[in-house]
């Protein structure tokens, strides 16, 4: 058993899919499979509970998947650790950041502030929901960069979070009557199926959360897509309609506004959290979100609040 064996077994928990996780991790379904064995022969139990339709963790792979997260955040905080002591001349922020978060904002905030700040060094993790609350909760992390999700942010308490930058959700459907239609809301989508992607990054989440809003039954395809291409791919093939945030829709794919019975934009709020330890020790870095992300937002097309709510 190794360390990349243990990132095996936390793909497949998020994922709930061997193959999902393998294609994720770059390798066969075979090779992952058998990782994931290794992992079970040394701890003496079974880790996940396999039908032939569903994957989920057993009882105790429950019981250690924290166990095994914790393990790799180690791993992850070492790595850190020793390059923050080579280079003790550099203040070392670690930020991790949620797959839906739009990647050139990412990089044109963080490229921006150290050219103003060379003196600070800046290590980006991509990861899912999930593991990016613990590697937060742990130490793992300065800050996480996630989309504003309810039953999510409740769960760090007294942590700060800092406003992003906002995105309008759009509409991807094979129905050339709702494409025609200029916008769409959940309300005008009752009875839609959706197709959606894992859990695990938080665009399923927010779906979820604008249909509970607007008190319409949400129809989820029993499959789930792998990626946003995938997720595009199935939405036109006709399997179900989709929702996704604006940037992530590629090349000419027809969508659609989605918008509240208000004729104003759905979006999704992103936001970066830490504890007030990191805001304090990074007040430059803070202090340059809160001056500079609005403004880098819109330079991306990533429309502020009052601009994407425009009927």
Known sequence: ???????????????????????????????????????????GGKLFERTTRTVSLSPFGKAMIPLIRSVLSAETNLILQAKNYLSPEKALIRIGVSPLVNAGFTSVLTQSFRDK?????????????????????????????????????????KMISLFLYDEPLVLITRDSSLLSSGWVSARTLKGQKFVMVPDACGLARVTREIFKKAKVALHEYEGRAFSYSALTEWAQNGIGSALLPRSKVTGETPWIPLKDDSHVAEYIRFVS???????????????????????????????PPDEAASP
């Open 117 to 157: 700040h060379p003196d600070y060094e800046i290590v980006l993790y991509e990861e899912n929901l999930e593991q990016l609350q613990h590697m937060l909760l742990s130490d793992g992390l300065d800050f996480i960069f996630v989309p504003l999700i309810s039953e999510f942010t409740a769960e760090f308490g």
């Open 1 to 43: 058993m190794n360390l990349t064996h243990l990132k095996f077994v936390v793909e497949t928990a998020e994922l709930k899919s061997f193959s999902r996780a393998a294609e994720k991790c770059r390798v066969t379904q075979s090779t992952l499979s058998n990782g994931v064995a290794l992992v079970e022969e040394s701890l």
């Open 273 to 303: 959290i830490g504890n007030s330890s990191s805001y304090s020790r990074f007040k430059a870095f803070t202090d340059y979100i809160r001056k500079n992300s609005a403004s880098l937002a819109r330079g991306l097309g990533l429309d």
